[in-house]
């Protein structure tokens, strides 16, 4: 069968047939693109240190029945609140976006959404995620309110510094933090690593998704690590891949996980590492295509070690 063909109004990275552009009503499609519906993989690489940070909860004490809930929470808001983080990047990118090809058809720089449209879509979706927050226990919510800081700096972060894949891993990664404290109703040691881990992870990944960018990011006069980084990129990925999962390790460690589950929880680290080996080897820098890809795969990789903390914390408990 042959892949669905992208609507002419689509964005230039959007998911091919994905649903947005070819499901939704007309009149949705502008506001879904704006909130990223149309590339799901921005809400999974939200989530995934959320659920990350519910997995060493659970290992640290044990599994509950309301980390049902905090993974489903989890989920909703990490879908709303990229929306909106992703909102109010157009937002303050209005007048970038249009001079970069993977942006220009993006709802704001097209005319598809007007910027007051924008804010009351920010309010709305923002709203949502306060609903989701106030179900939590005091920890989370405080975090959540401290989360805003970051999410609020990003935007701006490429127009000061060559890292801002670094401000994104701050705010991507929070969700570790969050999903601990919404468990436990504390931080530890364990999810404050985990998130400094998941920072390093961003800087991997979105380093990857910026090489797309490179030249027209350059003519503009926006900063990335991947102009930092220009052809030596893979040394540097592998640095941060290491760094990520040494990290990690030592998160796991904290938590204090033991037989069976200490060992299951290592080897979903394993499967971790091995999938950013893996990028490493397929990365090809000057292939667009290959690199949006291997962004995207992150998914993948992300999922890999909150499935195995989930089930090493099952199994610890079991086994007691």
Same mark, same amino acid.
């Given at each position: 069968?042959?892949?669905?063909? /992208? ?9 091919? &047939? ?106 709305? /979706? ?6 989701? %927050? ?46 601990? $404290? ?7 040691? $364990? ?36 102009? %930092? ?19 990690? $390790? ?8 033991? &037989? ?6 290592? $080897? ?13 080897? /397929? ?32 199994? /610890?408990?079991?086994?007691?």
């Amino acid at each position: 069968m042959k892949p669905a063909l /992208q609507r002419p109004d689509a964005v230039r990275d959007a998911v091919s &047939g994905n649903w947005v552009d070819h499901n939704a009503p007309a009149s949705w499609r502008p506001w879904l693109r704006l909130s990223r519906i149309d590339r799901p993989i921005g809400t999974w690489l939200v989530l995934l240190p959320c659920w990350w940070g519910v997995g060493l909860a659970m290992l640290a004490d044990r599994p509950r029945l309301v980390d049902l809930w905090i993974v489903l929470a989890c989920g909703i808001g990490a879908l709303v609140m990229r929306g909106a983080g992703c909102t109010w990047n157009d937002i303050t990118d209005r007048d970038i976006d249009g001079s970069v090809d993977r942006t220009r058809k993006r709802p704001i720089p097209s005319g598809q959404v007007t910027l007051r449209g924008a804010v009351g879509w920010l309010v709305l /979706q923002s709203l949502i995620g306060l609903v989701i %927050l106030l179900t939590l226990n005091g920890a989370a919510i405080w975090l959540g309110f401290l989360s805003l800081l970051p999410v609020a700096i990003y935007p701006f972060a490429k127009r000061f510094t060559w890292w801002p894949q670094v401000f994104l891993g701050i705010a991507f990664n929070w969700g570790a933090m969050l999903a601990y $404290a919404a468990h436990l109703g504390r931080l530890d040691a $364990a999810p404050v690593v985990a998130w400094f881990a998941g920072i390093a992870w961003t800087v991997f990944y979105d380093t990857i998704y910026a090489l797309q960018d490179a030249e027209d990011d350059a003519l503009i006069g926006v900063r990335s690590t991947a102009l %930092l980084f220009g052809r030596d990129a893979p040394r540097w990925l592998a640095v941060f891949g290491a760094i990520s999962v040494t990290l990690l $390790a030592v998160a796991i460690a904290a938590t204090g996980a033991e &037989g069976a589950g200490w060992w299951v929880a290592l $080897a979903a680290l394993a499967g971790f590492a091995a999938h950013l080996v893996w990028q490493l080897y /397929q990365l090809d820098m000057d292939s667009d295509a290959v690199q949006l890809r291997l962004f995207r795969s992150n998914r993948d990789a992300g999922l890999i070690l909150a499935v195995g903390l989930a089930l090493a914390a099952i199994l /610890q408990a079991a086994l007691r």
